[in-house]
């Protein structure tokens, strides 16, 4: 009988460490240039409101794209327990944009952590093919604090090019071979710009290479009430996700959800104080413009991995 329950035991204890569930991100935050905050999309708030919106949704674990070194810097020092890995894509140093991964500390253990571009050259930076700029995948191996390392997973996150038809094609086959070489049949988790949507016959080579799932389709509830790109106009609406979380084809996804938070700016008018329709009397409104973080929606799924 106590060799039975010691059985029973164990197996649940099994079960916990090898089915955490986890929430995961993917957030294209848009590179810091100087005409942007000349059209009022200042990155200092923006650094602002995506930390705190970051910090509020506490993920595990998320991908960022376009980050450049300063961005990378700022992130940290407003991010609650995170560290990251990645390098910049244009001398596998700071030079450029990373596709970094950030991780909870106190959550998630570094066991293993690379980077490859995406090219006919993947071990260096340089141009792939048709494309209009260098683009880099870095991946991690992750295991929970708790979990032991046969327990780990593998996640990459990459930023594919957005002019080179050929690059994104050749590009997304060459990510299958480096996620089927690196992860051998661990679970995998995908995050990325990939400037490809649902009905581009490039995401299918995704989808149809037996080790990856659309988080979107396989979650049991979703929260998206529009697409993943946004051109900094809230106004905008599209049905296009070109952002995704690809995940093993056994990965449990209770949720999945576009974030379309926003946050407001004084104008000219704000002064001018006016009352709403229905409203109490002691609430003032003032007119502010509304703006987005970033010109992508962030991408978060809530999901339990398989081991």
């Known amino acids: 009988m106590k060799k039975f329950l010691f059985i029973i035991s164990l197996s649940i204890l099994v079960s916990m460490s090898t089915s955490a569930q986890m929430l995961v991100g993917s957030y294209n935050i848009r590179l810091k240039v100087s005409s942007d905050s000349i059209n009022g999309n200042v990155w200092q708030k923006r650094c602002q409101v995506i930390c705190d919106q970051l910090n509020f949704m506490s993920p595990d674990i998320f991908g960022t794209q376009e980050v ?39 959550r998630l ?10 090219s006919e050259t993947p071990d260096r930076p340089g141009l792939g093919w048709d494309a209009a700029c260098v683009r880099i995948c870095t991946w991690g ?10 327990d780990a997973f593998y996640f990459f996150n990459l930023h594919m090019d957005h002019v080179g038809v050929v690059a994104r094609r050749e590009g997304a086959k060459l990510i299958v071979r480096k996620i089927r070489e690196i992860a051998q049949g661990a679970p995998v988790i995908v995050t990325g710009d990939f400037n490809v949507d649902q009905n581009d016959e490039i995401y299918t080579i995704f989808t149809n290479s037996g080790l990856l799932a659309d988080s979107y389709h396989k979650s049991q509830l979703r929260f998206a009430e529009n697409g993943t790109f946004n051109s900094f106009d809230t106004d905008l609406y599209t049905d296009s996700r070109i952002d995704h979380i690809f995940v093993s084809p056994d990965t449990e996804v209770e949720a999945y959800g576009v974030l379309t938070n926003s946050y407001w700016v004084a104008n000219e008018a704000s002064s001018t104080q006016l009352k709403g329709h229905d409203a109490p009397q002691q609430i003032n409104f003032s007119k502010y413009t509304r703006r987005q973080p970033s010109d992508h929606y962030p991408v978060f799924v809530r999901l339990t991995l398989k081991p």
């Open 68 to 106: 450049l070194h300063v961005q990378l810097l700022d992130m940290l020092n407003g991010l609650n327990g995170y560290d990251y890995i990645g390098v910049a894509r244009d001398d596998g140093a700071t030079a450029g944009e990373y596709a970094a991964i950030f991780y909870k500390k106190d």
């Open 109 to 118: 253990r570094l066991l293993d952590q690379g980077n490859f571009w995406i």
């Open 141 to 150: 191996k992750f295991a929970g604090q708790t979990a032991t390392n046969d």
